[in-house]
């Protein structure tokens, strides 16, 4: 059973770098053909899909966060991690790991999510 953990601080004050880790276990994130995404979830709105990592280290980024947005893996730890910088308090959400077949694929493991909050 794959299991995937968020972990990071719940606060960051704006201007600042949110960096948060995804722990994976019962699988390894270099296995054929998964992507590992992060996903936000802002208060009152629908869930936003930021970027992921592939099995092979590849990296993919939605658009309008590409500027501030940084994917990177630890394969010794099988962990992969999302760095947001320049944030303000519209990066407030819940944010998520999760992992799909291909990038266009539904999710089959999500991450419980973790509370970002941004405030001053």
């Not at 995804?22 to 699988?27: D, I, Q, R, Y």
């Not at 709105?45 to 501030?68: N, Q, V």
């Not at 089959?108 to 973790?114: A, H, K, L, M, R």
């Amino acid at each position: 059973q794959v299991q995937l953990q968020e972990s990071g601080p719940g606060l960051v004050k704006p201007s600042q770098t949110l960096s948060l880790t995804c722990t994976v276990s019962g699988g390894s994130i270099t296995t054929n053909y998964y992507y590992w995404s992060w996903i936000r979830q802002p208060p009152g709105k629908g869930l936003e899909w930021m970027g992921a990592i592939a099995y092979s280290g590849r990296t993919y980024y939605r658009p309008f966060l590409k500027s501030r947005t940084s994917i990177s893996s630890d394969t010794s730890k099988n962990q992969f991690t999302l760095q947001l910088t320049s944030v303000t308090p519209e990066d407030t959400a819940v944010y998520y790991c999760a992992r799909a077949s291909g990038l266009a694929e539904e999710y089959s493991y999500w991450g419980q999510g973790t509370q970002v909050t941004v405030s001053s």
